[in-house]
């Protein structure tokens, strides 16, 4: 059991001493916090799992600082380099996940067991530096304890942790949902996770056909999109048009309404954004409502990686 208690946020310096001796840190990316820690500490692994409450067979992607550190960890078949190089040239760093075929030398706490690594670059000015001054890659889950919406300021891991666990501020995350995660194979790109990197962004940067893998055999390669996720405390409910929202409103008003409309469409209604999602599930969480109506518009509707954290938040 570790009872410290950090001032958060502490300092960058701070948060490398503790990575140097091995305790796991939250620490800021583009698309929601993470947290971190060495990927050769195998004890910093485990905790890592300990604290958030992580189902053992959900393996962690691996953050590199520089480009040379991705054949440390990964070892690309000669057929796959040309895309692999597309890929990262197109969208490293960024939100942009590849599942590769693992080196022996990466703890199977990681992989999960699987003979496969997830490793992204992330693209964040805090994150780069401390991967930059480590020296090494840095295994990181969102920071959310397993199964709630993902952290996407420091304020939300403080909140979550209760000052158990240092958070250093990095600021509000730009991209606001997890990254893309995808599986290049020869033929064809699989997509396991949606995120803001779209199918077509993809196409054009590879010249290869992409798809949104949905097998069971392909949600296994995945194994963290079968757990329940994201989901706050209350209830969450879809509705579709104002006049069902108007509906619902006239049975029951102790609701919060989450909308990307700037019309104001109820007395408690928060402003929805793909950047924006995981502040106003948690805000809403913490009002005391007896549900939390999101307000599927056109915009939201038309982006599918936001749609499909909002589903699954709504998912009990
Ligand atoms: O944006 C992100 O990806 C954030 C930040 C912190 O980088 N991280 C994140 O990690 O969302 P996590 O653990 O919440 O989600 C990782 C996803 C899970 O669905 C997991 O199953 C999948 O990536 N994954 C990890 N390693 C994999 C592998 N070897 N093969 C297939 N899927 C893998
Ligand atoms: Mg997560």
Redesign the pocket.
């Known amino acids: 059991m570790n009872f410290t208690q950090f001032k958060n946020p502490v300092s960058v310096i701070v948060i490398l001493k503790m990575l140097k001796v091995g305790a796991p840190v939250a ?1 800021p ?8 820690a060495p990927i050769s500490n195998e004890t910093a692994l485990r905790r890592i799992f300990e604290i958030k409450g ?1 189902p053992a067979d ?4 691996v ?1 590199i600082g520089e480009m040379g550190q991705l054949t440390e960890v990964a070892s690309i078949p000669d057929l796959l380099l040309a895309t692999v190089e597309k890929l990262t040239t197109a969208f490293w760093p960024g ?1 942009l ?1 590849l ?1 590769l075929p ?1 080196n022996r030398s990466v703890s199977s706490i ?3 067991g ?1 003979d ?3 490793v ?1 670059m ?1 693209n964040h000015p805090v994150f780069l530096q401390i991967l930059r001054e480590l020296g090494e890659p840095l295994a ?5 304890p397993s199964g709630a919406p ?1 952290p996407t300021r420091w304020e939300h891991v403080e909140a979550d942790y209760q000052g158990t666990v240092a958070v250093v501020d990095g600021g509000e995350c730009t ?1 606001g ?3 893309t ?1 995808i ?1 290049p194979t020869v033929n064809e790109i699989i997509v ?2 949606q ?1 803001s990197i779209s199918e077509q962004e993809l196409r054009e940067a590879t010249n290869l056909p992409v798809r949104v893998g949905g097998s069971e055999l392909e949600q296994g ?5 079968r ?1 329940r996720h994201y989901a706050p405390r209350t209830p969450v409910r879809l509705v579709y048009s104002e006049n069902e929202l108007t509906d619902i409103l006239k049975l029951h008003d102790n609701c919060a309404v989450l909308s990307s409309s700037t019309s104001v469409l109820h007395t408690i209604q928060l402003h929805l954004t793909q950047q924006s999602l995981y502040d106003v599930l948690r805000k809403a969480d913490n009002l005391e409502v007896t549900e939390i109506l999101v307000h599927c518009t056109d915009d939201v509707m038309g982006n599918t990686a936001l749609m499909d954290r909002i589903r699954r938040a709504s998912e009990r």
């Open positions: 620490v990316t583009e698309t929601v916090y993470g947290l971190a992580r959900n393996p962690i992607i953050h939100p996940t599942v693992a990681v992989t999960a699987l496969t690594v997830a992204r992330p990181a889950p969102s920071a959310n993902s991209v949902i997890e990254s995660v599986l396991l996770r995120g390669a995945s194994p963290g999109t757990h």
